[in-house]
């Protein structure tokens, strides 16, 4: 037992070198543009909503989650870059790294849940754009909004003439749209600051109560932070460009992307829930309306009724980035594992222009029909997204030889119960 607590402490502290050494080459522009990059993705449209969702179980069970979600968002994101890199093939894919090591039958589940879990988030956020610009057309600026067929292929073309430039066009997008991003959820935390009350403070669930709050609100405050997506395409990106140190430079990255989103936005969730009553909070949940369009009704505000849209249409669109990173990389997995079962070459560039094809004809269908089921699909893919991202790292570091140098971590320990409890909570509320 001391001798696997002595290696694990020595692979930790040669990983905490390792992480050194590439900080003291220097820290990057790419770099600082890979954890804006990552932020957008984790910071989708869903954060209007999270301070209701995360708030509502009152004050003190957020600050437990606070002290955890940290620690299980770095852990969390950490394991899936480093099983990425566990591959022999320099350019695998999280797809081919999963036929990799647990063979092509469990290469084809997974991916296609893969597939499944993101394709759907990536069909919301074309709902979800034209929404909020044909209401910011409609209530603010009070013009008619052009047909909605018209105006969603505008909107989706756009997003996707970013994704077809290239990996540098979209970090540079990102970077232009995440920026204001932070600066508004900054500014407008700080905005609430004179309408902080002690009145969440007063509240004091039960033991028993306080148990089923953090219970069941994990898996909101998991997802809020949620940047997988975006994790294979990232990782592999920094093995071109740093090869042998891909690892420790990831750590770092990652390390610094939830450092950012821990004080951004539990800042701005801290300073929604100070600000209204937990009877208002339950109102708004009732309402189901974004927290900053209740606190816009509340005050009569003009500033959050402006930032409220420009918030929602950012992190639509920064989030929209990393998630179809994602779901593209899913898509192009479960056709070559497809083709190559049957004994049949792939071609590179038809495959790419049906998987163009495919995402900008289906997001538009969707986007006109307006669904109100996207949110159900939603969640149904969370317990998915939440087994890839927190248990599979940790089963190929006990199944997986090249991920054997990481057993005996107390990280992996606690990312592995922590997984357990977020997909017990997602499915008891499915239930439910």
């Known amino acids: 037992m001391s001798e696997n607590v002595t290696s694990a402490q020595g692979i930790?502290?040669?990983?905490?070198?390792?992480?050194?050494?590439?900080?003291?080459?220097?820290?990057?522009?790419?770099?600082?543009?890979?954890?804006?990059?990552?932020?957008?993705?984790?910071?989708?449209?869903?954060?209007?909503?999270?301070?209701?969702?995360?708030?509502?179980?009152?004050?003190?069970?957020?600050?437990?989650?606070?002290?955890?979600?940290g620690p299980m968002t770095?852990?969390?994101?950490?394991?899936?870059?480093?099983?990425?890199?566990?591959s022999k093939q320099k350019n695998a894919d999280i797809t081919e790294v999963?036929?990799?090591?647990?063979?092509?039958?469990?290469?084809?589940?997974?991916?296609?849940?893969?597939?499944?879990a993101i394709y759907p988030i990536v069909l919301i956020y074309g709902v979800g754009i034209t929404n909020t610009v044909e209401s910011f057309m409609v209530n603010q600026?009070?013009?008619?909004?052009?047909?909605?067929?018209?105006?969603?292929?505008v909107l989706i073309m756009g997003m996707m003439s970013v994704m077809l430039a290239g990996e540098k066009l979209m970090l540079k997008v990102t970077e232009f749209l995440?920026?204001?991003l932070i600066a508004i959820l900054a500014g407008l935390s700080l905005y609430l600051i004179p309408d902080w009350s002690g009145a969440a403070l007063s509240e004091v669930p039960s033991a028993k109560d306080f148990g089923t709050t953090l219970w069941l609100t994990i898996p909101v405050l998991v997802f809020a932070f949620n940047h997988s997506p975006a994790i294979s395409s990232f990782a592999l990106a920094q093995r071109r460009d740093h090869g042998d140190k891909a690892v420790h430079k990831t750590d770092a990255i990652l390390k610094r992307t939830s450092m950012v989103l821990l004080g951004f936005v539990m800042f701005f969730v801290f300073s929604?829930?100070?600000?209204?009553?937990?009877?208002?909070?339950?109102?708004?949940?009732?309402?189901?309306?974004?927290?900053?369009?209740?606190?816009?009704?509340?005050?009569?505000?003009?500033?959050?009724?402006?930032?409220?849209?420009?918030?929602?249409?950012?992190?639509?669109?920064s989030s929209f980035f990393g998630h179809y990173l994602g779901a593209r990389e899913g898509l192009k997995g479960l056709v070559q594992q497809q083709m190559r079962s049957s004994g049949k070459s792939v071609n590179e560039k038809k495959l790419e222009v049906f998987i163009i094809g495919?995402?900008?004809?289906?997001?538009?269908?969707?986007?006109?029909?307006?669904?109100?089921?996207?949110?159900?699909?939603?969640s149904l893919g969370g317990p998915i997204i939440a087994t890839i991202l927190f248990l599979m790292p940790m089963y190929a570091i006990k199944k997986v030889p090249s991920m054997a140098k990481y057993q005996g971590a107390i990280s992996n320990v606690f990312i592995t119960v922590m997984g357990l409890i977020a997909i017990s909570a997602i499915l008891f509320q499915l239930v439910g």
């Open 272 to 317: 929604c829930v100070m600000s209204l009553t937990p009877a208002q909070l339950a109102e708004a949940k009732s309402q189901n309306i974004a927290v900053l369009s209740y606190l816009a009704n509340q005050h009569a505000s003009p500033v959050i009724s402006y930032f409220g849209p420009m918030v929602a249409f950012v992190a639509i669109v």
């Open 98 to 116: 999963v036929e990799e090591h647990f063979g092509a039958g469990a290469g084809k589940l997974i991916t296609l849940l893969y597939f499944f």
């Open 141 to 153: 600026l009070a013009i008619s909004a052009p047909p909605r067929w018209i105006l969603s292929i």
């Open 358 to 378: 495919f995402f900008i004809l289906t997001l538009w269908a969707v986007a006109v029909i307006n669904p109100s089921i996207l949110g159900m699909i939603e």
């Open 74 to 86: 770095y852990y969390a994101h950490r394991g899936l870059a480093r099983f990425v890199l566990s």
């Open 178 to 180: 995440v920026y204001p």
């Open 12 to 69: 930790a502290e040669r990983q905490e070198q390792g992480i050194r050494s590439v900080q003291a080459r220097g820290w990057t522009k790419q770099d600082s543009t890979w954890v804006i990059s990552l932020f957008g993705t984790a910071v989708g449209a869903g954060i209007l909503f999270l301070p209701i969702n995360a708030g509502m179980g009152g004050f003190w069970p957020l600050v437990v989650m606070a002290l955890l979600v």
